[in-house]
């Protein structure tokens, strides 16, 4: 796993439970099962360009935060 991955789980997690969500609650904001965004966490997974779009609009927060590139 690159470093960018790892800062993508680290970012995903973290955002998530700033706002206070669950997995359950953001896989459903975003259309996605709760074992999708677990998985997207454990680094088992990356989501697709359209999750990561929907994953931006719901954390508020660009892709290239959300990804760890500067």
Request: proline share 1%; with cysteine; hydrophobic share 35%.
């Amino acid at each position: 796993m690159d470093m960018q991955e790892n800062k993508f789980r680290q970012n995903l997690k973290s955002l998530r439970l700033e706002r206070k969500m669950s997995q359950s609650q953001l896989a459903s904001l975003i259309g996605v099962s709760q074992q999708c965004v677990s998985e997207w966490e454990s680094g088992n997974n990356e989501p697709s360009l359209s999750s990561l779009l929907k994953l931006s609009d719901v954390l508020e927060i660009t892709i290239d935060e959300l990804v760890g590139k500067s």
